[in-house]
């Protein structure tokens, strides 16, 4: 199995809605990650969790929560946004973290669509 | 700063026409290119890495390749199934997790 899947696909809330996006893969992959995607722009980094701890927050605003429950699913809970974070919300996977491993591809799942209003 | 730029932005070619798409990266110390390609509203798929000048990969009509300043993206007769944005992207050794990506290229293969 080589998929990472994502849900909901399309997400549509409000500014004082709490909702959260759900991310799960099953390739026995130690590093997960958010990405953030505006129209006709290149991914942009949000968290790196490693072996279920968080690695990396590249400062986001504290609407954004992530959680890692286990080695197979990442969330991302939502709440308070604002019109400006309606965008795609990717979620990736990679065999761990480089550290003189060659593994170092990251899989990408299909995405949340997010509009908020 | 770790930066990759890709060129053309936007590409346009009748089905058939070969043609390739260039990365060009400044790291300091590679440790692996990786090339994407991507379709409207969904996530990047994964095509190939690289890791040293020189190396090549192959998929069907694609062909990577790798030098030390910059990566080239063939595409031999391409067709209209073809047409998306092809993503490049960088890691630094000194990056354990983070991969840095250029803004794309659009590429639209017309029948």
């Known amino acids: 199995d080589t998929e990472v899947t994502q849900t909901p696909k399309h997400l549509v809330m409000g500014m004082t809605n709490k909702k959260s996006l759900k991310c799960e893969q099953h390739m026995g992959h130690r590093a997960m990650y958010w990405y953030k995607q505006k129209a006709k722009k290149p991914p942009e980094l949000m968290f790196v969790?490693?072996?279920?701890?968080?690695?990396i927050n590249e400062s986001v605003p504290s609407r954004f929560s992530p959680e890692c429950p286990n080695s197979s699913l990442l969330n991302l809970h939502l709440h308070a946004l604002q019109p400006e974070d309606s965008a795609l919300y990717l979620c990736?996977?990679?065999?761990?973290?480089?550290?003189?491993?060659?593994?170092?591809?990251?899989?990408f799942g299909p995405g949340t669509r997010l509009t908020v209003l | 700063e770790d930066q990759v730029t890709q060129s053309p932005e936007a590409l346009r070619l009748q089905e058939g026409e070969s043609s390739s798409l260039n990365c060009s990266y400044t790291v300091s110390g590679l440790r692996g290119l990786f090339w994407y390609r991507q379709d409207p509203g969904k996530g990047p798929e994964f095509l190939f890495t690289?890791?040293?000048a020189g190396e090549e990969k192959e998929k069907e009509r694609l062909k990577a390749t790798l030098t030390k300043k910059e990566s080239f993206l063939h595409i031999t007769a391409p067709k209209p199934e073809d047409s998306a944005t092809y993503l490049c992207?960088?890691?630094?050794?000194?990056?354990?997790?983070?991969?840095?990506f250029g803004s794309g290229t659009r590429l639209s293969i017309r029948p």
């Open positions: 969790y490693s072996y279920e701890k968080l690695s």
């Open positions: 992207a960088v890691q630094a050794r000194s990056s354990a997790s983070k991969i840095i």
């Open positions: 990736a996977s990679s065999h761990q973290l480089a550290g003189g491993s060659s593994y170092n591809e990251q899989f």
């Open positions: 690289l890791y040293s």
